[in-house]
Nanobody
Framework: QVLLAESGGGLMQAGGSLRLSCAGP????????MAWFRQAPGQEREFVAA????????YYADAVKGRCTISRDYANNAAYLQMNTLKPEDTANYYC???????????????????WGQGTQVTVST
């Protein structure tokens, strides 16, 4: 099991920016991908962005494409989600996840991620 810890959430105004961080364990590990998902009250957890382990490929949900950038820090086993031009509909609890086992399923498929963090709340006000 890989322990993940998200941080960087908070109360923001629409149009602002923030960067979410996902800290992995101190030990070296290898996986297929890391991703960010989010869940708003009363809604299902939805895909936001993913990055392959080697960092070569990134994927984004249509709702955040052009506004968000996912990146990896190999030295620290970390991942980041830079969010710009925040909108009230971005309000949600944001979760970091790791897909350890290789799969041909889309990286947006949350059922294929084995390890999750506890989440960090992002609230965007008008």
């Amino acid at each position: 099991q890989v322990l993940l810890a998200e941080s960087g959430g908070g109360l923001m105004q629409a149009g602002g920016s923030l960067r979410l961080s996902c800290a992995g364990p101190g030990r070296t590990f290898h996986a297929q991908a890391m991703a960010w998902f989010r869940q708003a009250p009363g809604q299902e957890r939805e895909f936001v962005a993913a990055i392959t382990w080697d960092g070569r490929d990134t994927y984004y949900a249509d709702a955040v494409k052009g506004r968000c950038t996912i990146s990896r820090d190999y030295a620290n086993n970390a991942a980041y989600l830079q969010m710009n031009t925040l909108k009230p509909e971005d309000t949600a609890n944001y979760y970091c996840a790791v897909r350890m086992i290789g799969s041909s399923d889309p990286l947006s498929d949350r059922s294929t991620y084995e390890d999750w963090g506890q989440g960090t709340q992002v609230t965007v006000s008008t």
